[in-house]
């Protein structure tokens, strides 16, 4: 068999797998996990910062950590995750077909995915922008001087529509080179096919660092051509398992707020008097029931990644090689997008 | 006279009943086809999915950069796949025409007395045909992306040729505005970023094309190399006797018989080379299944946009078939003429 096909042949055979025994799992995804003692997360080939294997197969990342505070909610153990490498293309019918039980793959939240593919997304977790990443010698220094420009990307996502409408809506005209995969599209950008390379803008400083042969020799500039809000994915139809996929993050970033973190945790369980605080390590009202999960579902989270401050720091922020700046990705309360409603 | 009658009549009952049951064979395989397609529907769209083929009406949103079809964004899906269909035969049909040349050269190479040939020949094939084709394409692509020069300092080989990792610039007829007819030439010219205007063979293009050919050459070769050795001794001999020379024996005796092993075999590899051009999505020429990956990518239509691309490479298959089989009809028995 052509080798190209078999992703593609594997994900119909599925879908098909899924369509003939589709009635049973409906609002069982909870019950599957935990039987199963895993989540299964379907996560990238691996992108710097939001979900990549280290040489010892261990995945971290900002989306990696969501499902890991998932797993310890749930399971009681964040390490409880099988992590499933997804290209562009599998992604969805792999969720659909239920070969995953969420999809923390920096996927955009469009109407037409959240509507028309039988999704909810959950929780922003991270608020991101199409950019251009070009060589330096080209002394460019707007995205409109790309005039007749080739331009670097990759299949089947959002910022090869982007592209698209962006130029066409300014009327310059550019051509763009299309790859399957991440790595020959930058890669390619960088042995010199293309002038300038899009994708999300955390992605292209992530890369900016690690894949060119001299960081200093690029820049990117300074236009966001669209609003990437990546989220968490989970199949409709199945709304404790939704309930429990939206609610895991939105605790770790109330627990920003309430000063909660994987340090003080223990401190605060013994000792906290302040109430949003009790709720969240356990000690006051039980809201683990009402998920299904039990009183201590966020103090487990927490315990296992962080609070999403921490998440940010350690993944994409000055601790890590990406060093994004916090930006749009701050708390509400400090001038950011990042916003839960209240865990009560 | 009486039995022959019937001896008529019982094989003619033999004939119908053959079709009749290939016919029913056909329409159980179509019936079942359908209801596994129809059943996945159904049970996508209980399940909150959109499906359907609707879709190929809507603008696609994306663009494609080559190609003898213009396409842009706000034209529909189905015209993509069209644009994508296009792409994939402008590969294959040259594809295939250089390989049959270069295999068949190379085959007659590996029967050579020549000794430095043959081994030259034998040296190819085994090399290209036990590497994956896909490490080929790749490596092809790198060393294309790293041996020619920045678009930026594109090289002017001829007036109006220019050659970089951009493509192969060169100048091209193009029609006045709104006519169908060239009227004059458009001259590739150097801009800020690389050579544009006139028609352009990107890197894509090349890797693609001449990767299927290299590849599929080394089994072109092994088909020719056992056609020749299938035809008699006796027919050199023959031929030797006549006072043809090699070349002529070659010619007009050898290959034509060869033809006879030779096509159908030569069919198969015609088939696996269109099927393989699929492999152009990793390398980023858009071709059918590129424009697949990014409509599924888009709106999340994998079943659809799949059943689409198996249909047309069956369809794609079946037309390669069907004239390889009527040029083999007409080689089988009388030769090459």
Redesign the interface.
Known sequence: M????RP??L??AS??A???A?PAFAGKTLDAVKQRGTVKCGVTNGVAGFSAPDTQGNWSGLDVDTCRAIAAAVLGDGKKVDFVPLN??QR??AL?AGEIDILARNTTWTL??D????FNFTTITYYDGQGFLVPKK?KVTSAKQ?????I?TQ????N??NV??YF?AQGIPV???????FE??F??FF???C?AFTTDASALAGLRNKEAPNPDDYVILPELISKEPLAPLV???DDEWFAIAKWVPNALIEAEEAGVTQANADELKANSKDPAQQRLVGTGEDLGKLLGLDKEWSFRAIKAVGNYGEMFERNVGPKSVLKLPRGSNNLWSKGGLIYAPPVR | MAMRRDAVASSRRGVWLAWAVQVLLVLAVVAGAVW?VH??L???R?????SGFDFLTEPA???I??GWLDF???QPFWRAFLAGLINTVRAAVPAAIFSVVLGTLIGIGRLAPHVLLRGICTAYVELLRNV?L?VQLLML??AM??LLP???EPVHLLPGVWLS??GLSVPWPVAAEGGWWPTHFEWPER????V?GGAAL???YVTIVAGLTFYSAAFVAEIVRAGILSVSQGQVLAGQALGLSSGQQLRIVILPQALRVIVPSLTNQLLSLT??S??A????Y?EL??V???T?????R??EC?AI?MAVYLLLSLLISFGMNRYNARVALRGWR
Request: proline letters at 3%; hydrophobic letters at 40%.
């Open positions: 052509n080798t190209r096909f593609a042949l994900a119909a879908v098909i899924f369509a003939a589709a562009s293309q969805f019918s659909q037409t995915r509507a028309s593919l039988g080209l790309l005039k007749n420009a080739t670097c299949s089947g996502t959002t090869e529509k698209s409408d066409r051509k763009t080179v299309v790859f399957e995969s020959a599209s890669k390619a042995s010199g096919r002038q199949r409709r139809g | 596994v059943h996945a159904e049970v996508l209980a399940r909150g999915v959109r949103g994306f663009s950069s080559e842009d964004a706000s994956p896909l692509a790198f992306a790293n920045d678009p930026t990792k951009g801009g800020n970023f690389g544009s990107s890197p894509e099927k393989n699929s492999l999505v990793a390398v980023g858009p299944v590129s697949a990956n990014t599924i990518g888009s709106n999340g994998a079943f799949i691309i």
